[in-house]
C-alpha cells in the first residue's frame, strides 16, 4: 500500500510502505476510510521533533478487515473508531479513566494510520463500533473523535468545566475549537475563546464561544481578569503547548481553579514560586480519548454535535504533503484525507 512518510522536517511523501497485517491474535487490521493530520505533526514538520523516515498518523475510523484469534468485541465490517493509543482497556489505569497511559500501551502514531490499512493492537480496549454503517456525512465527526474531539473534551473535563462555569480557552487549533465545543455540552455558561484569527474567531463562535479575546500574554490575562471580576476564570483550557500559551492559561486561572492542559509542551518551564502561590490545580497530558468515545459516538450519531465542520480542507491521500502545508502555513485548521 501506499501511505506517509516523513523522511525529514518539511519532505513528506506518499510512497509505498508495505500492507501491514496481524502480528497478534489481540490485533485488528482496518480499511481506512478516512484519516487526517494532527497539530503536533507538525512539531516534526517543523524541525521541532527529530524525524527521520517515519510513518505518519495516528487519527483514523475505518471498517475492521480482519481480526486476530483472541479479538472479542469488534467483527469483521464493523465500522471502528479508535484513539491514537491503543490500550486494553483492562489494567488499573484504564479502568482509571488513563488509556492514553495503558501499561499496554501502543502509539498509533508508531504504525501511521495516514495510509489505506492500519494494524490496530488491543483492539477489544481500543476500537469503539458504530452502531451501523455511518452516512458519509457523519465521517468527519467520526474522525474528530478518534483525537481532536476527545482531546478537547478531556481538555474541557480537566479544566472543571460544568453548569454555570466559566471557561477560557488558549489555543484556536482544531483541538481549542473542539474543547469550546465540549464546555458547552459540560453546562458551562460562559466560553472566552483567545484568538487573533478573524477566521478562527468566527469558527470558535460557531462552536459556542460566547466571548473573545484577541489579546496576548500580559494583556490577554488583564483582558481575561476585566472579564470575570478580576479574580480570573475557575477553568482553563491550554491547548497550544508554549510556555507564552501555558503562562497565559495559568494566570487567567483563579486560585482554587483548573487548568486542563493537551497542547504538547515543547520548551515549557514553569516558574516554582508563582507556581506555588498560584493556588491553581493543573491537569492534562496526552488525553484519554477512549475514556470518551462510546459517548461522544453516541452524540455524534444522534446527530446532537458536529464537531466534523473543523475540517475545513479535504484532499486525497496522495496530496498528503500539500495538506501538511496548508496546516503549516496555518490556511487550513485541520486537513481530512480522503482514502
Ligand atoms: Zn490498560
Same mark, same amino acid.
Given at each position: 500500500?501506499? %501511505? ?48 527521520? #523516515? ?8 475505518? $471498517? ?11 467483527? =469483521? ?40 490499512? /492500519? ?49 477560557? =480557552? ?47 500574554? #500580559? ?16 477553568? $482553563? ?24 492542559? =493537551?497542547?504538547?509542551?515543547? %520548551? ?15 491537569? +492534562? ?9 462510546? #459517548? ?11 464537531? +466534523? ?10 496530496? /498528503? ?19
Amino acid at each position: 500500500m501506499r %501511505g506517509v512518510v516523513m523522511h525529514a522536517p518539511g519532505d513528506v511523501r506518499v510512497e509505498e510502505r508495505g500492507d501491514p497485517a496481524i502480528l497478534e491474535p489481540t490485533d485488528a487490521l482496518i480499511r481506512v476510510s478516512a484519516t487526517t493530520i494532527c497539530g503536533s505533526d507538525l512539531w516534526p514538520y517543523r524541525g521541532v521533533e527529530e524525524v527521520h #523516515d517515519a510513518p505518519m498518523g495516528h487519527e483514523y475510523v475505518g $471498517v475492521v478487515e480482519e481480526v486476530g484469534a483472541d479479538v472479542r468485541t469488534v467483527k =469483521v465490517g464493523d465500522f471502528v473508531v479508535g484513539s491514537f493509543w491503543a490500550s486494553d482497556n483492562t489494567c488499573e489505569i484504564c479502568r482509571a479513566g488513563y488509556q492514553s497511559h495503558c501499561v499496554r500501551r501502543v502509539p498509533m502514531g508508531s504504525l501511521g494510520t495516514q495510509a489505506p490499512l /492500519a494494524r490496530v493492537p488491543l483492539a477489544d480496549g481500543t476500537l469503539v463500533a458504530t452502531p451501523g454503517m455511518p452516512d458519509e456525512d457523519l465521517i468527519p465527526s467520526l474522525l474528530a473523535a478518534s483525537d481532536v474531539l476527545g482531546t478537547g473534551w478531556f481538555a474541557a473535563e480537566a479544566a472543571g468545566a460544568g453548569p454555570g462555569r466559566t471557561v477560557v =480557552v488558549v489555543g484556536d487549533g482544531a483541538v481549542g475549537l473542539l474543547a469550546i465545543l465540549a464546555a458547552g455540552r459540560l453546562g458551562a455558561q460562559r466560553v472566552i475563546a483567545m484568538s487573533r484569527h478573524a477566521d478562527r474567531r468566527a469558527l470558535a463562535r460557531t462552536f459556542g464561544a460566547t466571548d473573545v479575546v484577541g489579546e496576548r500574554g #500580559d494583556e490577554g490575562v488583564a483582558r481575561v481578569k476585566e472579564l470575570t471580576d478580576g479574580l480570573g476564570a475557575p477553568c $482553563v483550557v491550554e491547548a497550544v503547548g508554549t510556555q507564552e500559551s501555558m503562562m497565559q492559561a495559568i494566570r487567567s486561572t483563579r486560585p482554587g481553579g483548573h487548568v486542563g492542559y =493537551v497542547g504538547v509542551g515543547h %520548551g515549557v518551564s514553569l516558574p516554582g514560586m508563582e507556581l506555588f502561590f498560584s493556588g491553581v490545580h493543573l491537569h +492534562g497530558g496526552p488525553a484519554p480519548v477512549r475514556r470518551f468515545l462510546p #459517548d461522544l459516538i453516541r452524540l455524534i450519531w444522534d446527530r446532537e454535535i458536529d464537531p +466534523g465542520t473543523v475540517f475545513d480542507l479535504t484532499l486525497p491521500l496522495e496530496r /498528503a504533503a500539500e495538506g501538511y502545508r496548508a496546516m503549516d502555513e496555518r490556511r487550513a485548521v485541520k486537513v481530512l484525507l480522503t482514502v
